[in-house]
């Protein structure tokens, strides 16, 4: 697989406009398959999640075509209902293709869905809900199968707010008989922007307080045209690279009220953060301060997919930081990989302690999934010496370029 190449060492200087977010491009994709008619998705990022998403959607009778960052999406005669284990095996978010199959054909099978090794991924809750909607659901050890003569409104409370959960639930409701009271459901920015596409097709999804949403069944969605936000996790990714690094970027595009518990952190660090219309301006020239202690959660709680990030520019910091992972039970791998570079982290279940105070030494590390991938190219960054990430593939799942992209901050990075 290729590989990162980085010259540590070096502050970041410069301007990157935040390319088109993963992980609301995945479900809006999905949910066009509720739509007999042309979708067309606009900013989508050239990402390999986004083309498997892409071949999964062509292989069940949709049109698909790409030009540049927009995507069309032709859903008018779906042809199959069960998906390619080839690339279900590489994506987790296969799953969310249960809720809008299920509404639109009545039926889904689909093998275990894979992706990122992280922790335990379990699909109970999407079962679960989809099941109290009328769903008949069976697993027999390889392959998930679904169907339902009909899926009916009800109300579901999630025991967790699950994002993935929260979008096949929408999408399956969307066009159900009556009315789905969905509680508990998950926060993200990403589902907002999922509700907004569904709304623009003519659903009828309202917000009844935190966490709460009513989703009225139609009969029908119509076609409409609709534009991808910029991806936080990515704007948050370049925030803890000049964190880690030092020095001043503008992340144009960077949206705002989306990284609230990471911007809040930065500042405790010690960077400087202007927020104009046109995107976030971080600034960090004097010492990287430790932040204490970090809670990752749902939304709006630290998010954890940039706990690893964060975790290379703590490495960095002046006295001891400790990080509490609660979304995720397996996603401190990338410390094993760090402390090769000096970092010292110690992991005990959920928590790290990171000692910091310590400059890190350019070494070839290994990405073994995408957010530790990120972390370990921040690292390089700061490191003594010269640093070679491997396994640069899982980093082009999410980011896609980060070595264009860091380039114009001015880093010295280059594809290997
Ligand atoms: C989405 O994954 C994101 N992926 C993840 O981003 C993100 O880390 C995660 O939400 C949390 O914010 C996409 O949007 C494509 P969850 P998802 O269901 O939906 C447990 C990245 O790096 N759970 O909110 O899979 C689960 O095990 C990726 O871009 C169950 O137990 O996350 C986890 O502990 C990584 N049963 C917690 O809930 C279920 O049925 C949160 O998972 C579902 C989830």
Request: glycine share 12%.
């Amino acid at each position: 697989m290729k590989s990162v190449y980085i010259r540590g060492n070096a502050s970041l200087y410069g301007e990157v406009t935040i390319q088109g977010s993963k992980n609301a491009a995945l479900p809006i994709m999905a949910a066009a398959l509720l739509v007999p008619g042309v979708c067309v998705l606009e900013n989508c990022p050239r990402i390999s999640d986004v083309e498997c998403m892409c071949r999964i959607l062509e292989s069940i009778g949709c049109g698909v075509v790409r030009k540049g960052r927009q995507i069309r999406i032709d859903a008018a005669s779906l042809t199959g209902s069960r998906l390619p284990g080839e690339y279900v095996a590489r994506m987790r978010s296969s799953v969310m293709l249960m809720g809008p199959l299920l509404g639109r054909l009545g039926e889904v099978s689909l093998c275990h869905p894979g992706g990122c090794v992280i922790g335990d991924r379990p699909i109970d809750m999407h079962i679960r809900a989809l099941s109290r909607m009328g769903a008949s659901c069976r697993d027999d050890g390889s392959l998930l199968f679904a169907s339902s003569c009909g899926l009916r409104g009800t109300l579901i409370r999630l025991d967790y707010p699950s994002v993935g959960a929260t979008e096949n639930v929408i999408m399956a409701a969307v066009l159900a008989d009556g009315v789905t009271c969905l509680e508990n459901c998950a926060q993200e920015p990403e589902i907002a922007r999922l509700c907004e596409f569904l709304t623009c097709c003519g659903a009828s999804i309202a917000r009844k307080g935190p966490g709460r949403l009513m989703i009225r069944g139609q009969s029908r969605l119509r076609p409409c045209v609709y534009t991808i936000p910029a991806d936080r996790i990515v704007a948050g990714t370049y925030l803890c690279a000049c964190l880690a690094a030092g020095g001043e970027v503008f992340l144009r595009g960077a949206p705002a009220g989306e990284n609230d518990a990471l911007e809040k952190t930065a500042e405790r660090m010690g960077a400087g953060l202007e927020r104009t219309p046109a995107g976030l301006l971080v600034r960090r020239t004097g010492s990287l301060l430790s932040p204490g202690e970090v809670t990752t959660g749902s939304f709006p709680s630290f998010p954890t997919d940039l706990q690893s990030p964060l975790l290379a520019a703590m490495a960095q910091a002046e006295g001891e930081s400790r990080l509490k992972e609660t979304v995720f039970n397996g996603r401190f791998g990338v410390a094993e990989e760090l402390n090769r570079m000096g970092a010292g982290i110690t992991v005990e279940k959920d928590l790290a302690r990171i000692p910091g105070g310590r400059k890190l030494t350019g070494r070839r590390v290994r990405a073994r999934e995408l957010r530790g991938g990120a972390a370990l190219v921040v690292a390089g960054l700061c490191a003594r010496g010269d640093t070679l990430v491997e396994n640069r593939g899982y980093v082009d799942r999410g980011y896609e370029d980060i070595c264009r992209d860091l380039r114009l901050l001015g880093a010295s990075v280059q594809e290997g």
